[in-house]
């Protein structure tokens, strides 16, 4: 079955730590990109990337990184840089074309306490 | 820039009830547009889209969805609410010159359906 698989569901991190959230598809997508979304706030860009060994910031890239080194995978971490990063993230994968639909896995809520 | 407006962060209807959605966009070139659902705690998955062809699009569950260029719209509708569609729906827009897929979120809208 093709699809997203984001991991873990469920996150919770201390103050001051660094935590990466997994996102791996096998949909043969070259684009793959991060959003966070807020309650009341929709859906954010955070970083995108179009090809392998190649990404871009989105709207509210501060405190987070990612990397692409696999067309499949595309990890974010969320730096202790990130002041509010209690928030649900989703990631999402494309044909690289603006006319084709995202296509989301299931999210990770990542809370600190 | 290009963005998405929903109108009503929430909208009550009951069972059988027709169903409307409302977006609007802002859009200097033809925009490409998305209407998705996110179930709670879920991904997000898609309900229709409109690339420049028909303007008025069907998409899954009964929903469907009308571009209309003069008021910059492109309302969800479905004609007989049912139970299971009670979900967030979301307005996306897309711009077709940035060369690549890029998604410009609305706030979303909380459709709640009564017995």
């Known amino acids: 079955d093709g699809g997203i698989t984001q991991s873990p569901k469920y996150l919770f991190r201390k103050e001051g730590q660094n935590v990466t959230l997994s996102c791996e598809q096998n949909l043969n997508h070259d684009a793959m990109y991060w959003y966070r979304q807020d309650p009341g706030q929709g859906l954010r860009l955070i970083y995108y990337s179009q090809i392998v060994n190649d990404f871009q910031k989105g709207d509210i890239a501060e405190g987070y990184s990612v990397s692409r080194e696999k067309k499949e995978s595309f990890p974010l971490t969320v730096t202790s840089a990130q002041k509010n990063p209690t928030a649900f993230y989703l990631c999402?994968?494309?044909?690289?074309?603006?006319?084709?639909?995202?296509?989301f896995g299931q999210g990770t809520r990542l809370t600190v306490v | 820039a290009q963005s998405v407006t929903q109108l009503g962060s929430h909208v009550s209807v009951s069972e059988g009830a027709l169903v409307l959605l409302r977006c609007n966009y802002s859009?200097?070139?033809?925009?490409?547009l998305f209407w998705y659902v996110q179930y709670p705690n879920q991904g997000l998955q898609l309900l229709l889209k409109y690339t420049s062809a028909a303007t008025l699009v069907k998409g899954i569950n009964g929903f469907e969805a009308e571009f209309k260029k003069s008021e910059t719209s492109f309302h969800l509708t479905k004609p007989s609410a049912h139970m299971s569609d009670a979900a967030e729906y979301f307005c996306a827009v897309s711009d077709q010159y940035t060369g690549f897929q890029k998604l410009v979120f609305g706030t979303g809208t909380r459709l709640l359906v009564s017995p």
């Open positions: 999402a994968s494309s044909i690289d074309v603006p006319t084709t639909e995202a296509f």
């Open positions: 859009s200097s070139v033809p925009p490409y």
